[in-house]
């Protein structure tokens, strides 16, 4: 069983910059990032594989920075430009196959984080 546990998040002016960490436990091969805003379902945001291959959605391209640290198996997500639209709930996620199968979908993720949240403020 993998336990994921987040932390970092917290509110921003837009502009702003944010940081945040996901510590698992147990074997991981997949790690990704997910969002979901009040009254939205819940949105890729970009994942990372144990090769170091990384994707990332058109909506934060470029100004989000996606890594993970094997030896340590935590996952960050450094989010820069921030913009209201950005405000959401953040979870981690992870799988043990790869994130080609994985494809971003939320469903194919068997685990979980208890989410984080990010507020950018205009």
């Known amino acids: 069983q993998v336990q994921l546990v987040e932390s970092g998040g917290g509110s921003v002016q837009a502009g702003g910059s944010l940081s945040l960490a996901c510590a698992a436990s147990?074997?991981?091969?997949?790690m990704g990032w997910f969002r979901q805003a009040p009254g939205k379902g819940r949105e890729w945001v970009a994942d990372?594989?144990?090769?170091?291959?990384?994707r990332s959605s058109t909506s934060v391209k470029g100004r989000i920075t996606i890594s993970k640290d094997n030896a340590k198996n935590t996952l960050y997500l450094q989010m820069n430009s921030l913009k209201p639209e950005d405000t959401a709930m953040y979870y981690c996620?992870?799988?043990?196959?790869?994130?080609?199968?994985?494809?971003?979908?939320?469903?194919?993720?068997?685990?979980w984080g208890q989410g984080t949240q990010v507020t950018v403020s205009s």
């Open positions: 996620a992870a799988a043990s196959s790869s994130c080609w199968v994985t494809g971003g979908t939320p469903g194919l993720f068997p685990y």
């Open positions: 147990g074997y991981t091969y997949c």
């Open positions: 990372i594989d144990n090769d170091g291959y990384t």
